[in-house]
T-cell receptor, first 112, second 111 residues
Framework: GESVGLHLPTLSVQEGDNSIINCAYS??????FIWYKQESGKGPQFIID?????DKRQGQRVTVLLNKTVKHLSLQIAATQPGDSAVYFC???????????FGAGTRLFVKA | NAGVTQTPKFQVLKTGQSMTLQCAQD?????MSWYRQDPGMGLRLIHY???????DQGEVPNGYNVSRSTTEDFPLRLLSAAPSQTSVYFC??????????FGPGTRLTVL
């Protein structure tokens, strides 16, 4: 069936380093791929998205890369800060639809 | 703007009881949805709505009902609570398909 998964359940990085969070997806018919950040005790917060006709999109300190050949999505965070510590979810939306399928999440720890 | 609000924040039910989780948004968003999040897992879509009067099922709809009589409100009803419905419930709204705004969640325990 359709699934969105993550390669690493936890990631620990030093403050100031770059972080890379990876995600695999299986539905080739998805047209939106999205990254959300969830801090402890809060609801998820939208970070950045990318459409299926793009392979890279940049935001403020974040970059999302999409490789449709291998069905892989990644989130790069530049100069990681303690405030970046959270669980990060990738998600996909089926083409023309509304159902958003979330992956299991990666917990990012930032060491000061 | 208050954004997306959810009530109650915490709830304990006994097996078989029914209740309604409330969700409201003041951003005039057409799209609203309900998710559940179990410990250490991602979010699973329960039901969603693309506008007042229009609802549809998500991944895990069994045991839940929804209605959308106004743009602002999207309540989730548990018909007969079961321990398997112990979870954190999130409501979200959006003006487009991609960027959803989430509420703070309701922590539900069913004994």
């Amino acid at each position: 069936g359709e699934s969105v998964g993550l390669h690493l359940p936890t990631l620990s990085v030093q403050e100031g380093d770059n972080s890379i969070i990876n995600c695999a997806y299986s539905n080739s018919a998805s047209d939106y791929f999205i990254w959300y950040k969830q801090e402890s005790g809060k609801g998820p917060q939208f970070i950045i998205d990318i459409r299926s006709n793009m392979d890279k999109r940049q935001g403020q300190r974040v970059t999302v890369l999409l490789n449709k050949t291998v069905k892989h999505l990644s989130l790069q965070i530049a100069a990681t800060q303690p405030g970046d510590s959270a669980v990060y979810f990738c998600a996909e939306i089926n083409t023309g639809g509304f159902k958003t399928i979330f992956g299991a999440g990666t917990r990012l720890f930032v060491k000061a | 703007n208050a954004g997306v609000t959810q009530t109650p924040k915490f709830q304990v039910l006994k097996t078989g009881q029914s209740m309604t989780l409330q969700c409201a948004q003041d951003m005039n968003h057409e799209y609203m949805s309900w998710y559940r999040q179990d410990p250490g897992m991602g979010l699973r879509l329960i039901h969603y709505s693309v506008g007042a009067g229009i609802t549809d099922q998500g991944e895990v709809p069994n045991g839940y009902n929804v209605s959308r009589s106004t743009t602002e409100d999207f309540p989730l009803r548990l018909l007969s609570a079961a321990p398997s419905q112990t979870s954190v419930y999130f409501c979200a709204s959006s003006y487009a398909r991609n960027e959803q705004f989430f509420g703070p969640g309701t922590r539900l325990t069913v004994l």
